[in-house]
């Protein structure tokens, strides 16, 4: 069965600072990656995802992801945090072949401080 | 276009009562996907309906909880005799396939059972 782990449950980074959110999956093949942002009272919007091909993945908002097949991990990063990132961050795996639920891990809470 | 549109966003019952969650996916889309979000959790998959029918249930926790979509767009998840233990966030999401097409997610119903 498919999993993932986010082993930071917050984080803090001041504004302006880099930004590095960890994801960690178990899956038997390259999956399809997906990172969704939830800020309060609103629903997952999606930042990015990875299918296939280049490793790096581009989002919304200045978001990047790298899919890692030997680490088994599709960080998050952002060179430059904004106040208004604060929110938080699910990593989700897919399987990539026929029908798959996608599984969600339990989310990073980001604060962005001063 | 209009997104994925959830009705009520909140709700609060009493233990033993009946309720009834409404979603609007976002019209054209065929894959529609209930997700129940606990505090401090991610997203757990409850049900999946492609078109009319429910192409999988296995997320649903139990016989308490039924969801419906029977003309394949609007889609009800129901729930009898609610337990403290029901009190979520309920999510909705749909896509325009269930293969590798994005889940666009609605704002949520919070239920609260008292």
């Known amino acids: 069965a498919q999993s993932v782990t986010q082993p930071d449950i917050h984080i803090t980074v001041s504004e302006g600072a880099s930004l590095e959110l960890r994801c960690n999956y178990s899956y038997g093949a390259t999956p399809y990656l997906f990172w969704y942002v939830q800020s309060p009272g609103q629903g997952l919007q999606l930042l990015l995802k990875y299918f296939s091909g280049d490793t790096l993945v581009q989002g919304i908002k200045g978001f990047e992801a790298e899919f890692k097949r030997s680490q088994s991990s599709f960080n998050l990063r952002k060179p430059s945090v904004h106040w208004s990132d604060a929110a938080e961050y699910f990593c989700a795996v897919k399987g990539n072949s026929g029908y798959s639920t996608l599984t969600f891990g339990k989310g990073t809470m980001l604060l962005v401080s001063p | ?114």
């Open chain 2, 1 to 114: 276009g209009a997104g994925v549109s959830q009705t009520p966003s909140n709700k609060v019952t009493e233990k033993g009562k009946y309720v009834e969650l409404r979603c609007d996916p976002i019209s054209g889309h065929t894959a529609l996907y209930w997700y129940r979000q606990s505090l401090g959790q991610g997203p757990e998959f409850l049900i999946y309906f492609q078109g009319t029918g429910a192409a999988d249930d296995s997320g649903l926790p139990n016989d308490r909880f039924f969801a419906v979509r029977p003309e394949g767009s609007v889609s009800t998840l129901k729930i009898q005799r609610t337990e403290r233990g029901d009190s979520a966030v309920y999510l909705c999401a749909s896509s325009p396939d269930d293969i590798t097409d994005t889940q666009y997610f609605g704002p949520g119903t919070r239920l609260t059972v008292l």
